[in-house]
Nanobody, 124 residues
Framework: QVQLVESGGGLVQAGGSLRLSCTAS????????MAWFRQAPGKERGFVAA????????SYADSVKGRFTISRDNAKNTVYLQMNSLKPEDTAVYYC?????????????????WGPGTQVTVSS
């Protein structure tokens, strides 16, 4: 089992940047594919980005391609989401998720462990 805690959210103006971090407990972090999802008020939780166990493969939602970058540091049990050129429509609670294995699935149902989320608010 793994426990996840996100950090780095906040309020930023449109065009700005934020870096989210998600730190995992346990000694088997490199056994998990990791992902970021987000949920805006009144909307379903949706896929943002995912990264394979060793960081060799990544995938992104079309809406964030070219603006967001997912990365991981297995020595620090941490996955990151660098968010640049932020837009008001990026406003949401951002969740970190983990699943055993390497494949970078994009569906909520494929992930077994979730963090409590961190709020990102982008003002226009």
């Amino acid at each position: 089992q793994v426990q996840l805690v996100e950090s780095g959210g906040g309020l930023v103006q449109a065009g700005g940047s934020l870096r989210l971090s998600c730190t995992a407990s346990g000694r088997t972090f490199s056994s998990y594919a990791m992902a970021w999802f987000r949920q805006a008020p009144g909307k379903e939780r949706g896929f943002v980005a995912a990264i394979s166990r060793m960081g060799l493969s990544t995938s992104y939602a079309d809406s964030v391609k070219g603006r967001f970058t997912i990365s991981r540091d297995n020595a620090k049990n941490t996955v990151y989401l660098q968010m640049n050129s932020l837009k008001p429509e990026d406003t949401a609670v951002y969740y970190c998720a983990a699943r055993s294995g390497s494949y970078t699935y994009t569906s909520v149902s494929n992930y077994d462990y979730w963090g409590p989320g961190t709020q990102v608010t982008v003002s226009s």
